[in-house]
């Protein structure tokens, strides 16, 4: 271990690139704990920690991504997941919409043009998503307590001020995410989000060993559960590192050529297809639909309390249906097997045992089928863990959501890539990376 840091540490490049990057998440941290002017903190906390139902779920949820600045109101309290969940719907876009199909396909100068897009789309979420927050909290309380400006009133000047501040402070992020990826060691929002989840461990942990002491004033944890948790904590990290590194190898032959007395080709490769193409973005629209689901059941219907809450059946199933379906959907966008079968046919590659072309295609759906239900069926089980967790061994959310969801998938995900960079600047100056086993990391090679 020590061996490794020496490594990084004598590269001044990547020494410089860490050194940014440190600084710049330092910057993130610091800003989660700025309260949003006018607000009162106090308050805010109280009705976070004493939500409950969908309320309860999606704050909790909020709360991880945003390294705790939902709960305390600061002036980063909708995080970066805004500006994420524009990208998002921007890439599925493209890939339906032909006008946006054809910017894309323009070079750096229509990727320029969509991310002025994703831009101003995240700055109509942020003040959508910041208005909801506001007359949520004056709803509420009725108004009485959340807000310094008026006395005891939450007037218009304090969603003036609310919405205003976590909209900039939305903005500043994504603009600190630009600059690790300008001057750091890249990946700089994913960076932001992991920082985030990861400042939630301690005080979870805390709450725990609180827990476990109730003459410390928290619930009665016993110390058996805390070891489940911590069993369950390791084989689920495990599980995601193994699916996010997985890859379905097709083996395909090249053509053989003769030029003169020598014979080019006919050489064995594979062709990696990953496992879990899609990601976290299929968790991510599945929360987001049930929550609108929930909502219109218990506004419509009135059903919501029996039916729709968080972990009960009918939620559970539908949440599950939900994954999948996005599983497939955003696999089939980003791959497309005609055209993959035509790259290999114009390469002069073939799949053994399988024609070039229209066969190839559906060989290659085939699998692809395959493994987007296999992925899906492993991101539904992963999303759903903390719910069960949560219910079954009666610990909070944010205790529970640390064994799985959106936050263990990004945690592991945006780590790996992490040393993947840190381990190509060590390579690339003859070091031997990180001294795994085999070299390399085998799930990242090309």
């Not at 704990?33 to 939500?51: E, L, Q, W």
């Not at 939450?154 to 001020?161: K, S």
């Not at 084989?235 to 007395?261: D, N, S």
């Not at 506004?299 to 199933?317: D, N, Q, R």
Request: hydrophobic letters at 55%.
């Amino acid at each position: 271990m020590f061996d490794i840091i020496a490594k990084i540490l004598n590269v001044k490049e990547l020494r410089v690139k860490l050194g940014i990057t440190f600084l710049l998440l330092v910057v993130f941290r610091l800003g989660s704990f700025i309260p949003t002017p006018g607000v009162n903190v106090r308050a805010i906390t109280d009705f976070v920690a004493s939500a409950q139902g969908a309320v309860g779920a999606v704050l909790s949820m909020a709360d991880i991504f945003t390294g705790g600045a939902l709960s305390s109101m600061a002036i980063f309290g909708l995080g970066i997941m805004p500006y994420i969940t524009a990208s998002i719907i921007f890439q599925l876009l493209t890939a339906i919409v032909p006008a946006l199909s054809r910017l894309a396909h323009e070079g750096a100068t229509g990727r320029k043009k969509i991310n002025q897009y994703v831009r101003a789309s995240t700055v109509l979420l942020c003040i959508i998503q910041a208005s909801m927050l506001a007359w949520g909290m004056a709803s509420a309380s009725g108004g009485e307590g959340v807000s310094y400006i008026a006395p005891g009133v939450a007037g218009w000047e304090f969603f003036l001020y609310v919405v205003f501040s976590l909209t900039v402070g939305t903005m500043f992020l994504m603009w600190l995410g630009e600059q690790i990826d300008e001057f750091g060691i890249g990946n700089g929002i994913s960076l932001i989000i992991m920082a985030g989840i990861l400042s939630r461990i301690p005080s979870a942990i805390s709450r725990l060993v609180s827990g476990a002491n109730p003459a410390a004033g928290g619930a009665s944890v016993s110390l058996g559960q805390i070891v489940v948790l911590i069993l369950l904590f390791v084989a689920m990290t495990l599980a995601v590192v193994l699916i996010t590194l997985g890859t379905r190898r097709i083996p395909i032959m090249q053509a053989k050529a003769v030029r003169g007395r020598k014979t080019y080709g006919g050489q064995r490769q594979f062709l990696p297809l990953k496992v879990n193409q899609a990601n976290v973005i299929p968790i991510i629209f599945g929360q987001a639909i049930m929550q609108v689901i929930a909502g219109i059941a218990g506004l419509i219907l009135g059903v919501y309390g029996v039916f729709m809450a968080p972990g009960s059946f009918l939620y559970t199933v539908l949440y599950v249906l939900l994954i999948i379906f996005f599983c497939y959907f955003y696999t089939a966008i980003q791959f497309n097997p005609n055209e993959m079968a035509d790259n290999l046919k114009q390469g002069g590659m073939y799949i053994p045992g399988i024609r070039p072309g229209k066969r190839t295609a559906e060989h290659l759906a085939k699998i692809m089928n395959r493994i987007a239900l296999a992925g899906g069926a492993f991101l539904a089980l992963i999303a759903i863990v903390p719910q069960f967790i949560s219910s079954a061994l009666n610990v909070s959310y944010d205790i529970s959501g640390m064994l799985g969801g959106t936050g263990l998938l990004i945690v592991v995900g945006v780590a790996l890539d992490l040393v993947q960079k840190v381990e190509s600047h060590l390579l690339m100056r003859n070091y031997e990376g990180f001294g795994l086993a085999g070299g390399r990391i085998k799930g990242r090679r090309g």
